[in-house]
């Protein structure tokens, strides 16, 4: 009698701590993406769902699902979320777009350490050829379109910049490889063909000169 009783009780425990079946955790990550305002890790996934399910096996099942539907599983540097496929992007437009203007010399710095990252910022202005003003670097930093790297191992450990997740997602990237090729930036008008740093006069004006620029600055969407 004791043995059965043992026994259920072992089964009792299974079943607790049993992992939902499959086509439940899609349901479960499904919900999760949808409900998050900003993309969601695998390990997110995983502390939300129920013990002994699997984030990332669900999310290849899911992402197949939405393959050709209005809405696509998309990967976000090193999260998750679910987006408007890209075809069906002009049915937004609609929306109210609030333009914000970046100078020449935000552009620029954005493209640099989007390319080059992790880099200080003594190497930005190295590309350049020109100072890389404070003013600059904090609108970045607010837009939170790059943030603070790893500090680098030489003399004063300068700080680095690196794109920050949103970034990515802004512009619909999958990570810093999938940024367009430089050819592919100028034909955007985000480019300039410019002379290399180098065989550019000085202006003595610095970074001051070089956003005065008349009709230098671009748009961005955000």
Do not use: C
């Amino acid at each position: 009698m004791s043995k059965d009783i043992d026994n259920e009780k072992e089964k009792s425990r299974d079943t607790l701590f049993e992992a939902p079946p499959i086509a439940e955790q899609e349901r479960m990550v499904e919900a999760i993406l949808f409900a998050s305002a900003e993309p969601v890790t695998v390990q997110e996934l995983n502390g939300r769902m129920p013990y002994g399910s699997d984030a990332a096996e669900a999310l290849v099942h899911l992402r197949k699902r939405y393959e050709g539907r209005g809405v696509q599983v998309v990967k976000v540097g090193d999260a998750w979320a679910i987006r408007t496929a890209p075809d069906l992007g002009f049915l937004m437009q609609k929306e109210t777009v609030e333009t914000r203007k970046l100078s020449r010399a935000a552009i620029e710095t954005l493209a640099i350490i989007a390319y080059h990252q992790p880099v200080t910022r003594a190497e930005i202005e190295e590309i350049r050829g020109v100072s890389v003003s404070r003013g600059t670097v904090d609108q970045l930093l607010e837009m939170e379109w790059i943030r603070f790297g790893r500090r680098k191992m030489t003399p004063g450990r300068p700080v680095t910049f690196v794109v920050t997740q949103g970034f990515l997602d802004h512009f619909g990237l999958e990570s810093a490889r999938d940024l367009p090729g430089l050819k592919d930036l100028r034909a955007a008008g985000l480019l300039e063909s410019r002379p290399p740093p180098g065989l550019m006069p000085l202006t003595g004006e610095g970074e001051e000169e070089d956003e005065a620029s008349e009709g230098q600055s671009e748009l961005f969407e955000d």
